[in-house]
């Protein structure tokens, strides 16, 4: 006779608990573990260093869109969160964020309605526009929502992504949208990551960027066309948040300005893409050592050891990110104790398919350093660009340094 249970009770997600709370013996594997320590440090760390330079913070919320993590942040003391779509903005104030920057173009009807009823339930909204034909149809429909929406330019780079290319630009489009009565102009935004220094020095171009920001604002500001007491200027992805806020505060934009302040990755950092760029960091400020700590890792189980040399994991492109290629951390022994760590050294992940991982493995082992690899022995891999490892989980395991999960945190992708 066959059992039927309910979804509702089954245990179907990878990276849940299933027999126990131990990632060692007890959690469905792969899975997402971020640790609690490292976690709590860099929340932190970044508010201080937001804090410090006079700023307010809105975390980018695209990174995890794990309503927990956001909670933390706020709690800690961000302005609110920043989203990149509608939907996300939606999925954010259903678990209690009020106060949502949208650092992207709302486009469609049905984006717009999205973030009409948002308003209307009370919501402070704010997105950015950087064209006359997207500033008519905001002010269109808003209009006749009989709503109000908060609009930023932006100002964005000659080959780059969106926005404005120049000054006279960003004036003449927040001259046309103080033709439209829904439209309230609060302020600039921009984003860094995409300006490119063209053979020179990368920081020169970042800072030259942040000073046109910085010019553009004073520029909306003389001309009277800013439509609220405090207007935001905002950019810093997770790469030069360090030189933005340095601009934003060097240039002393006085009670008109805020500056917000964007990053997103910092809050679990990672082993890539922002552990380089935060060298880059720390030798610009020495002060702020030790800076940002990695806290995301997945884990997952040696499947097969099927020719000399080679072990294939079950994680693949669906469970980690993979601009750049995972790097493995710790092993363990299925069943084992989190204090109880077998070697990975000249480990490397060579290929990544949909569901296997492809590792090489050193010609030698230490057998007195556990060595020898075994069909199951869990693996700690190291990701680079969390926003791409975050969206392939419903649920992401917080740890305590015995890999014993504290928290399963839905996410909302």
């Not at 949502?100 to 173009?105: E, F, H, K, R, S």
């Not at 000054?167 to 949208?177: E, G, K, T």
């Given at each position: 006779m066959f059992i039927v249970k309910s979804l509702a009770t089954m245990h179907t997600d990878k990276g849940t608990i299933g027999t126990g709370p131990h990632l060692l013996d007890g959690v469905i594997l792969p899975a997402a573990a971020v640790f609690e320590p490292a976690l709590a440090h860099n929340i932190a760390w970044m508010q201080a260093f937001a804090d410090a330079h006079g700023a307010r913070l809105a975390p980018h919320g695209k990174t995890t869109m794990t309503p927990a993590l956001f909670k933390r942040q706020l709690e800690a003391g961000a302005w609110g969160i920043t989203l990149a779509t509608a939907p996300q903005c939606r999925a954010a104030f259903a678990h209690g964020v009020n106060r949502?920057?949208?650092?992207?173009?709302l486009v469609g009807e049905p984006n717009m309605a999205i973030i009409a009823d948002l308003i209307e339930q009370g919501a402070e909204v704010y997105c950015v526009v950087d064209s006359a034909a997207n500033v008519a149809q905001l002010g269109r429909y808003f209009a006749a929502r009989g709503l109000h929406l908060r609009v930023l330019v932006e100002l964005g780079?000659?080959?780059?992504?969106?926005?404005?290319?120049?000054?006279?630009?960003?004036?003449?489009?927040?001259?046309?949208?103080?033709e439209e009565p829904a439209l309230?102009?609060?302020?600039?935004?921009?984003?860094?990551?995409?300006?490119?220094?063209?053979?020179?020095?990368?920081?020169?171009?970042?800072?030259?960027?942040?000073?046109?920001?910085?010019?553009?604002a004073r520029a909306l500001e003389e001309a009277g066309l800013i439509e609220v007491e405090t207007a935001l200027i905002t950019a810093s992805g997770s790469a030069w948040y360090d030189l933005i806020a340095e601009v934003f505060h060097e240039a002393s934009l006085g009670a008109c300005f805020v500056s917000v302040l964007r990053p997103g990755c910092y809050v679990v950092h990672d082993h890539g893409l922002y552990r380089q760029a935060q060298r880059g960091v720390l030798e610009r400020q020495p002060a702020l050592?030790?800076?940002?700590?990695?806290?995301?890792?997945?884990?997952?189980?040696?499947q097969s050891l099927p020719e000399p040399g080679l072990a294939v994991v079950a994680m693949g492109k669906r469970d980690i990110g993979a601009d750049q290629l995972p790097e493995a951390l710790r092993r363990y022994r299925e069943g084992g104790s989190g204090a109880q760590t077998l070697s990975v050294a000249g480990w490397e992940v060579v290929k990544l398919m949909d569901q296997h991982a492809f590792v090489r493995l050193p010609a030698t082992a230490d057998e007195n350093d556990g060595g020898e690899v075994h069909i199951?022995?869990?693996?700690?891999?190291?990701?680079?660009?969390?926003?791409?490892?975050?969206?392939?989980w419903r649920r992401v395991c917080r740890v305590d340094t015995a890999l014993n999960v504290i928290e399963e945190m839905p996410t909302c992708f």
């Open positions: 949502l920057l949208m650092a992207n173009q780079v000659v080959g780059g992504r969106c926005g404005c290319r120049d000054q006279q630009q960003v004036l003449s489009l927040a001259a046309r949208i103080q309230v102009l609060a302020g600039l935004e921009g984003y860094e990551g995409v300006v490119t220094a063209d053979g020179g020095e990368p920081a020169v171009a970042i800072r030259r960027y942040a000073w046109r920001m910085v010019e553009a050592e030790p800076g940002l700590a990695p806290a995301l890792e997945i884990f997952a189980q040696v199951g022995d869990i693996v700690a891999f190291g990701a680079s660009h969390p926003c791409l490892t975050f969206d392939k």
